[in-house]
Nanobody, 126 residues
Framework: QVQLVESGGGSVQAGESLRLSCVVSENVSGPYCMAWFRQVLGTQREGVAV???????LYADYAKGRFTISQDNAKNTLYLQMNSLKPEDTAMYYC????????????????????WGQGTQVTVSS
C-alpha cells in the first residue's frame, strides 16, 4: 500500500495563495486516480479535485477557477494550487490514492480511495 505525505498547509489571509504537496512513496505503474479532499471538524470529508495518470481532472464546483490540481511523476508528487483563498476554505486537506483508473461519477466521493495521507491544515482568516 502506498504511503502519502502532505505538506504546504498554513495560515494565510483571505485572497492569498497556498500550494499543497503530496509525496507518494512509490513510482506507481499502471492506471491510478489521485485526489484532494478536505474536512472541517465535525463534518464529512468532501472532494476538492481529482486527477488521473493521463492528467484528466475534475473539480468540485467551489474549486473551479481557483484551485488547480497537478502532478509531477518524476517527483512522485501531487499538488494543489489554491488561489484567492476564502475563510470557508479553512479545513484539513488530505490527498488520496486509488490503484486503478478514476470512476469519474464517483471520483469526488471518499469511499473509493484506499490510501490516505495524514492531512495538512489550511487556515484562512478574513
Amino acid at each position: 500500500q502506498v504511503q502519502l505525505v502532505e505538506s504546504g498547509g498554513g495560515s494565510v489571509q483571505a485572497g492569498e495563495s497556498l500550494r499543497l504537496s503530496c509525496v507518494v512513496s512509490e513510482n506507481v505503474s499502471g492506471p491510478y486516480c489521485m485526489a484532494w479532499f478536505r474536512q472541517v471538524l465535525g463534518t464529512q470529508r468532501e472532494g476538492v479535485a481529482v486527477i488521473d495518470r493521463a492528467d484528466n481532472s475534475l473539480y468540485a464546483d467551489y474549486a473551479k477557477g481557483r484551485f488547480t490540481i497537478s502532478q509531477d511523476n518524476a517527483k512522485n508528487t501531487l499538488y494543489l494550487q489554491m488561489n484567492s483563498l476564502k475563510p470557508e476554505d479553512t479545513a484539513m486537506y488530505y490527498c488520496a490514492f486509488l490503484r486503478r483508473g478514476c470512476t469519474w461519477s464517483l471520483a469526488l466521493h471518499q469511499a473509493q480511495y484506499g490510501s490516505w495521507g495524514q492531512g495538512t491544515q489550511v487556515t484562512v482568516s478574513s
